[in-house]
């Protein structure tokens, strides 16, 4: 079974600085790897997604991941914060089975301070 | 436009009472999700239908219910029997790919309330 870990409930950055929101993935069989983001008392939206083709993927909004499959991570970047990036980030795992289904991490949210 | 609406966004139900949300979407997408979400829990998977007249019990099934009549269509009815029926439930959309690539899509949301 596959599973997913999101390191830090609660990640707050300055306005203009780096984010880095971790998550590490546990799956026997290569997965499909996708980064959600949440806004309030909202439905969820895709940034981006890891599907074989390039280990370095870009998304909506700046947004970046990188998947290493020798630390199991994919790992979810923006260069520059900005406030509008204040929200809930979810990472999910899929995999090829009959189920596919996303599992998902419990979540990190993201503050971002003036 | 093509999307996924879920009604009411605010539901409010007394204890021991049967409720049912709505799900609908127009994305001709073939598989549609009930996930329930809980502060500090992440997302997690109720029911899930690839078929119309088809479903799977997800990782929390009991205490709810699903039907899957229209391809558009995947009412969700939490019953009496969920202990803990409080919660944001999203629905969600995907189409079905060879494996497990295809992303999904979400719907708004409906925040139930059972007191």
């Known amino acids: 079974a596959q599973s997913v870990t999101q390191l830090g409930s609660h990640v707050s950055v300055s306005e203009g600085a780096l984010v880095l929101l971790r998550c590490n993935y546990s799956s026997s069989v290569p997965p499909y790897l996708f980064w959600y983001v949440q806004y309030p008392n909202q439905g969820l939206q895709l940034l981006l997604k890891y599907t074989s083709a390039a280990t370095l993927v870009k998304g909506i909004n700046g947004f970046e991941a990188e998947f290493k499959k020798s630390e199991t991570s994919f790992h979810l970047t923006k260069p520059s914060a900005h406030m509008s990036d204040a929200a809930e980030y979810f990472c999910?795992?899929?995999?090829?089975?009959?189920?596919?289904?996303?599992?998902f991490g419990s979540g990190t949210r993201l503050q971002v301070q003036p | 436009d093509g999307g996924i609406t879920q009604s009411p966004k605010y539901l409010f139900r007394k204890e021991g009472q049967n409720v049912t949300l709505s799900c609908e979407q127009n994305l001709n997408h073939d598989a549609m999700y009930w996930y329930r979400q809980d502060p500090g829990q992440g997302l997690r998977l109720i029911y899930y239908?690839?078929?119309?007249?088809?479903?799977q019990k997800g990782d929390i099934a009991e205490g709810y219910s699903v039907s899957r009549e229209k391809k558009e269509s995947f009412p969700l009815t939490v019953t009496s029997a969920q202990k803990n029926p409080t919660a944001f439930y999203l629905c969600?959309?995907?189409?079905?790919?060879?494996?497990?690539?295809?992303?999904?899509?979400f719907g708004p949301g409906t925040r139930l309330t059972v007191t």
């Open positions: 999910a795992v899929s995999v090829d089975t009959g189920r596919r289904a996303l599992t």
């Open positions: 239908s690839q078929i119309v007249n088809d479903f």
């Open positions: 969600a959309s995907s189409i079905i790919l060879g494996s497990g690539q295809g992303e999904q899509y």
